[in-house]
């Protein structure tokens, strides 16, 4: 079946490491999105990519990067910049940015990570 | 994007009752999509909206985009324990921005 899997499922850092999520699709789609969960304040966007080897910032993108070096993979690194990085994090994609408004996303089942 | 703000923030119910969520913007919306998360889950698409006036059913759940496109509805008819979680609406930005902008949610419980 396609889908979009992210792993690990949880996460825990300490405080002043970077960390990596990964996030890899087989539904052949050429956008994909990185958004933050935190309770009460629904999904916000980190940074999404359109196709390969491009990406944009989204609305909370500082203390955050990602590449978009093959279409089925958008890995996410939090950095020790992010001051506040404990949050349930969502991968999406969709068959392409415009597509997006017919077709909706297809999420991840999302990465825990907590830094203590 | 376009902000859209979804009332009630919590929704209660009692099993087997009917409840309706919204989700309203001060701007026209170009389409309106929901979604639903489970607790514990990942969010999911149910459908979209594209016309003024729209009605579409799926099962118990009828969702509705209002006349002037500033608003849209989620009703639940006989609500089951299965309805547990949280809907989201979200809308595309305005023209050349087709990301999607989520509302904060209503999270629905359901009491047996």
């Known amino acids: 079946d396609g889908g979009i899997t992210q792993s690990p499922k949880y996460l825990f850092r300490k405080e002043g490491q970077n960390v990596t999520l990964s996030c890899e699709q087989n539904l052949n789609h050429d956008a994909m999105y990185w958004y933050r969960q935190d309770p009460g304040q629904g999904l916000r966007l980190i940074y999404y990519?359109?196709?390969?080897?491009?990406?944009q910032k989204g609305d909370i993108a500082e203390g955050y990067s990602v590449s978009r070096e093959k279409k089925e993979s958008f890995p996410l690194t939090v950095t020790s910049a992010q001051k506040n990085p404990t949050a349930f994090y969502l991968c999406?994609?969709?068959?392409?940015?415009?597509?997006?408004?017919?077709?909706?996303?297809?999420f991840g089942s999302g990465t825990r990570l907590t830094v203590v | 994007g376009q902000q859209v703000m979804q009332i009630p923030q919590y929704q209660h119910v009692q099993e087997g009752e009917d409840f309706t969520t919204y989700c309203n913007s001060s701007t026209t919306l170009s389409n309106i999509q929901w979604y639903k998360q489970r607790p514990g889950g990942h969010p999911v698409f149910l459908i979209q909206?594209?016309?003024?006036?729209e009605v579409k059913k799926q099962k118990r759940l009828t969702f509705q985009f209002g006349e002037a496109k500033k608003n849209s509805s989620l009703h639940i008819t006989a609500t089951q324990t299965t309805d547990v979680g949280t809907y989201f609406c979200?809308?595309?930005?305005?023209?050349?921005?087709?990301?999607?902008?989520f509302g904060a949610g209503t999270t629905v419980t359901v009491r047996a």
């Open positions: 979200a809308n595309v930005g305005g023209s050349n921005d087709y990301k999607l902008s």
């Open positions: 909206l594209v016309k003024s006036g």
């Open positions: 999406a994609s969709s068959i392409s940015l415009i597509g997006a408004s017919w077709f909706g996303y297809t």
């Open positions: 990519s359109q196709i390969v080897n491009d990406f």
